[in-house]
């Protein structure tokens, strides 16, 4: 059964995820990550992209994007993976050797309001979460680095709403326990289903054509 085309709508917030190809390490030493924050500099100028947010891991990276027109999603992400995939390829001398990422990205639209914070927080927490670093903004490789000061190929975005005060803070809360982001964050990338509150979700779901990504999983019961 022929894939279903993605609809990315313009001036909507959207966390987007890619894996290596058999969750391989990709990014092993600091040029690879820097060649990567290169590309996505690149990317951005010259298709207009609005970065938010980013992390990027061994295995795996996750981006917050902020489209300006119908389309520039995918353009943009096209962009990004095919021009990584060549350049990594070339630099570690194995050129026609497999697919570099797993497949097509991962993507979900996300309210601009709480909702959006909860993302960042969560994107921006990632290494904190995977327990590489002892603080997140200890981890060179986020958007949270630049924001410190470091001196980044990435310009960010201020994004739809500005950061609150204290946000290094909150960022590294995103990882308690107790707190229920990081499963409602999970369940939006398992399932591509947008995130925010009930109303914005239904209203996107039938924009995007997102229904199926609202519905329970598996066959209903019989009589129901």
């Known amino acids: 059964m022929p894939r279903l085309k993605r609809i990315a709508k313009g001036n909507i917030v959207y966390h987007v995820l890619n894996r290596a190809n058999g969750r391989l390490r990709i990014f092993k030493k600091r040029r690879d990550f820097e060649a990567f924050e290169e590309?996505?500099?690149?990317?951005?100028?010259?298709?207009?992209?609005?970065?938010?947010?980013?992390?990027?891991?061994?295995n795996h990276w996750h981006l917050v994007l902020w489209p300006r027109r119908d389309g520039d999603l995918s353009?943009?992400?096209?962009?990004?993976?095919?021009?990584?995939?060549?350049?990594?390829?070339?630099?570690?001398?194995?050129?026609?050797?497999?697919?570099?990422?797993?497949?097509?990205?991962?993507?979900?639209?996300?309210?601009?309001s709480r909702y959006y914070l909860t993302l960042m927080r969560y994107v921006e927490a990632n290494a904190l979460r995977a327990g590489v670093v002892e603080r997140s903004a200890d981890w060179p490789w986020s958007s949270l680095a630049i924001r410190m000061g470091q001196e980044k190929a990435v310009v960010l975005s201020k994004g739809p709403m500005e950061l609150p005060k204290r946000w290094v803070k909150l960022v590294d809360k995103a990882v308690d326990i107790a707190d229920g982001d990081r499963e409602l964050v999970e369940t939006c990338i398992k399932r591509g289903r947008p995130m925010g509150e009930k109303e914005w979700m239904i209203r996107m779901a039938a924009r995007l054509g997102l229904e199926a990504t609202l519905r329970p999983r598996g066959r209903p019961r019989k009589g129901v």
């Not at 590309?39 to 061994?58: H, Q, T």
Request: hydrophobic fraction near 40%.
């Open 39 to 58: 590309i996505l500099a690149e990317g951005a100028e010259r298709l207009g992209m609005r970065i938010c947010g980013y992390c990027i891991m061994s």
């Open 75 to 112: 353009e943009f992400m096209k962009w990004v993976t095919v021009t990584h995939s060549h350049r990594w390829h070339t630099a570690h001398g194995t050129v026609g050797v497999g697919h570099l990422y797993q497949g097509r990205f991962k993507s979900f639209p996300v309210e601009s």
